[in-house]
């Protein structure tokens, strides 16, 4: 069996571009601890190189775009290269995020490298312009020879020439982890330059002196440890879509006529022990291209899309729609695509029941009425201040883009967390025995022990019981407005506890109360 495999240089740069839809041109860099993980052709030809320092990086360059290393993301950019490559040959094996392997396909006229630059064409359509494709008796050869192709070109090892093709290679190419890079390291300071010098070497000292990786490099070179191609099962269809003739005009018939179509998504998915959290439906217009939906949305839920959701959501767009004239033609094609889709365990009722399906549909009701941002739920994130840790996110889409709440946070208030956080802050006053103002100095010295404060503006003087703090804080110091802020916990000699802010030069408020 011949083996072939694709590989696409630079993934995990072209992935963060191609999400946020940036050309693959712009120099750019994925980093992890603030290292150079990967970088593309436009930033290497500017000085960058893999295990740079950011700053290094970025002053060889300074229009790098930087992004932080999300395998994630490039597992899910990925998918779709895998998808193409089946499309043509199936049964792939995803070796990593931009590097694929299949079965060399034999019965192609042309051969092998026209089955490549089948392979490369059909890429190019999706926008990956660098591919490259290596074929060979087995997988550690082909992807020795897919890395030494040219861009969109094949490198085709004939058969049985794999040994004599490995033997010329440097041992460089053994695989970039922690023990090959110290086996690497080893073998040049022992003046074993090639593969073919390792492979001279008795197998038993290979094994006992370089490890587990290069004993199997030294067992390939010399024709055996061939390791067999695991392949994927292709994802099944889940998207599901029901085409009207004639088309229909009116919400609430179309509505009745998805039912079917809805129970068949929500079968299909059950079929493989899945549910759904996110769904894209898209309506087509009479006379318009299957590309272009006239009105597209994607819907979320907290816990997962029944048939009878489906055709609510559904019901609620086309309403939207119609009213809106985002939809001015006759609707001839319903898709249902879930997005996001996970095994049904995870959403299984608990023992005793779960949230009332009535209250669900009834927010989700009033969202499709309102608007997406019409119902919110508080979410925690991230901060120092009571109302830096909560933000708001529309009911039933997932929080992105919060502030880490496991982060220290230095200068942010210690539990228990306050449970009335005010939206604009009280004028207040804290005053000590003397009557002069409580203050804090520039080094967080608090000037004078507070004895009395008057936490609400229309309130009376109240004497303090117990006090802690401060908690300072200076905010945006490198910049012309900076803040410096110190907080306080004040508790009254009537039991109420208040957080309570002093601020440069001389002010203070009533944040939030521990009731």
């Known amino acids: 069996m011949r083996v072939m495999v694709v590989w696409c240089p630079d993934w995990p740069v ?13 120099p750019a860099a994925v980093f992890h601890a603030n290292l150079v993980q990967a970088s593309n052709a436009a930033s290497r030809a500017l000085g960058v190189r893999r295990g740079m320092r950011r700053r290094d990086a970025q002053s060889r360059c300074p229009e790098l775009k930087v992004y932080a290393a999300t395998p994630e993301r490039d597992a899910r950019t990925f998918e779709t290269v895998l998808a193409a490559v089946e499309e043509q040959h199936p049964g792939v094996a995803p070796l990593r995020p931009g590097m694929a392997a299949l079965r060399a396909p034999a019965r192609v006229r042309g051969g092998e490298p026209a089955a490549a630059a089948v392979l490369a064409e059909r890429l190019v ?10 074929v060979a008796d087995e997988l550690f050869t082909a992807e020795q020879a897919a890395r030494r192709a040219s861009a969109q070109d094949c490198h085709v090892i004939a058969p049985g020439e794999s040994v004599a093709f490995l033997r010329e290679l440097p041992v460089d190419v053994i695989e970039d982890s922690v023990e090959g890079r110290e086996a690497i390291s080893l073998l040049k300071r022992l003046g074993l330059r090639s593969l073919g010098d390792l492979a001279d070497l008795p197998a038993a000292a290979v094994r006992d002196r370089f490890g587990s990786k290069v004993a199997w490099v030294h067992r390939v070179v010399g024709g055996a440890g061939a390791t067999p191609l ?10 599901r879509h029901v085409d009207f003739e004639p088309p229909l005009d009116n919400a609430e018939t179309i509505s009745f006529s998805v039912r079917q179509t809805a129970d068949r998504v929500v079968a299909g998915l059950a079929a493989q022990q899945l549910v759904c959290t996110e769904v894209r439906i898209e309506a087509f217009c009479e006379g318009t291209s299957y590309d272009d939906p006239s009105s597209a949305r994607e819907w979320l839920h907290p816990r997962w899309f029944t048939a009878a959701d489906l055709v609510d959501r559904l019901h609620w767009q086309l309403q939207g729609g119609f009213r809106g004239g985002d939809i001015r033609a006759p ?52 901060g120092r201040a009571p109302a830096d840790r909560q933000t708001l996110v529309p009911w039933g889409e997932r929080p992105t883009g919060l502030r880490p709440a496991a982060h220290p946070w230095p200068g942010s208030i210690p539990p228990p967390a306050p449970a009335r956080v005010f939206s604009s802050p009280w004028p207040a006053e804290v005053v000590a025995g003397s009557g002069r103002p409580v203050a804090v100095d520039a080094r967080g010295a608090v ?6 404060f008057r936490p609400e503006p229309r309130g009376g003087w109240h004497p303090v019981a117990s006090w802690a703090g401060p908690w300072a804080v200076e905010e945006l110091w490198w910049e012309p407005g900076a803040r410096r802020v110190a907080r306080f916990q004040v508790v009254g000699v009537d039991g109420r506890a208040w957080l309570m802010t002093w601020e440069a030069p001389g002010s203070w408020w009533t944040e939030a109360a521990y009731d």
């Open 125 to 134: 359509g999706l926008g990956v312009w660098d591919s490259r494709v290596g």
């Open 331 to 382: 609707i001839n094609r319903v898709l249902f695509t879930p997005v996001t889709v996970v095994p049904d365990a995870v959403h299984a009722d608990g023992l005793w029941g779960g949230t009332d399906e009535r209250v669900q549909r009834g927010i989700a009701r009033v969202q499709g009425m309102l608007g997406h941002e019409a119902v919110v739920v508080p979410v925690l994130q991230g």
């Open 230 to 239: 695991t392949t994927r099962t292709p994802p099944p269809e889940l998207a």
């Open 447 to 452: 000037l004078g022990e507070p004895a009395r």
């Open 14 to 26: 072209v992935a963060a571009l191609a999400d946020e839809g940036l050309p693959t041109h712009l």
